[in-house]
């Protein structure tokens, strides 16, 4: 957080919460709290357990820090202090001292620089994220549903309750994967990825229909600890990376990522799915199969199935 923001969109969280009890919150002109102030939505709440002792510097420091972002305290006990943001700016301008963000957003900074500034609350009826058209949600809803049946069928293990849990949709575009499995007793996290560009941000989208979201570039490491993950899906991600980073690396990071037995699924081109295939049997040791989409032979789109059956002694000893 001293160097980038927080890989999620402004207002995006009802709340956040920070354990560690000697995080400089209160340092370098309160930026760190400025920036839980970006992702949390008008009203929301900071908790902040392991909090330092009433009286202490550190204390003192963060008190001053959260009043001039306009926050109040509405909890202290026991070593927990909760924090609320203002539902508004009215009212607060006059004791903030903090400048507010001018220009153009940060929705799409999330991998430059931190700004030192307060990211102004919209005051219009309607937030940005409820923009996207009811119609295109539904008909993305549609679609998913067909095809997640579609997986379903090919992969029969995916349809058995309790098989997995933790899902990872890796080219999110507006949650409908993650949407279709609704009923089902799984928890995805949708990722926006950053070969996409403004044009593409559906992050947004993806809040508007209760899902969970961040973004990510694939040409790095994914922030999460290995085997993490019962199901990768990749729809046309290989295609979008084509141009910026090798294959072989997002590849070896979905293998680090994911727990062994469970399963990757990738939509993308015939050509691409060849390439993967031929790497991930050779080098990665996964069982693959490749079959027809859900129009059928004449798709040039086709689903490739994979299933990490082998791990190393260090997997074993990390499962474990």
């Known amino acids: 957080m001293a160097a980038r923001p927080m890989a999620a ?9 920070a354990s560690r009890p000697f995080s400089p919150w209160h340092l370098h002109g309160g930026q760190f709290l400025m920036e839980i102030d970006r992702v949390l939505r008008p009203g929301g709440y900071w908790v902040h357990s392991g909090a330092p002792a009433n009286g202490t510097q550190e204390c003192a420091g963060i008190d001053a820090a959260a009043a001039s972002l306009c926050w109040r305290s509405v909890a202290d006990q026991n070593g927990v202090t909760i924090w609320q943001k203002p539902a508004s700016h009215v009212g607060c301008n ?3 001292s903090p400048l507010f963000c001018t220009g153009q957003k940060r929705e799409h900074k999330w ?3 931190v700004d030192p500034c307060v990211t102004p609350i919209e005051e219009s009826a ?3 994220r409820e923009a996207t058209a009811a119609g295109t949600l539904r008909h993305d809803g549609e679609t998913w549903k067909g095809r997640v049946a579609r997986y379903k069928a090919v992969a029969t293990h995916l349809g058995q309750k309790g098989r997995l849990r933790n899902l990872l949709d890796m080219n999110a575009r507006l949650g409908g994967f993650a949407a279709a499995l609704a009923d089902d007793p799984v928890w995805v996290m949708n ?8 044009d593409t941000d559906t ?4 809040y508007q229909r209760g899902l969970i979201g961040a973004y990510h570039d694939w040409c790095e490491p994914l922030p999460t600890p290995a085997m993490s993950y019962d199901l990768l899906h990749a729809d046309s991600l290989f295609t979008m990376y084509r141009d910026r980073c090798a294959m072989e690396g997002i590849l070896l990071e979905m293998d680090r990522i ?3 037995g469970r399963a990757v699924i990738i939509r993308d081109d015939i050509a691409i799915l060849s390439k993967i295939k031929s790497f991930v049997i050779d080098r990665m040791r996964w069982d693959v199969q490749i079959v027809d989409g859900e129009d059928g032979a004449d798709d040039h789109e086709k689903i490739l199935f994979a299933a990490k059956t082998c791990c190393n002694d260090e997997d074993r000893d990390q499962e474990q």
């Open 9 to 17: 969109r402004s207002s995006s969280s009802p709340w956040r919460e």
């Open 94 to 96: 006059a004791a903030m």
């Open 191 to 198: 990722v926006v990825p950053a070969a996409g560009g403004g």
């Open 203 to 206: 992050l947004s989208a993806i």
């Open 111 to 113: 991998d430059g620089d």
């Open 258 to 260: 994911l727990r062994p």
């Open 126 to 128: 309607a937030p940005p």
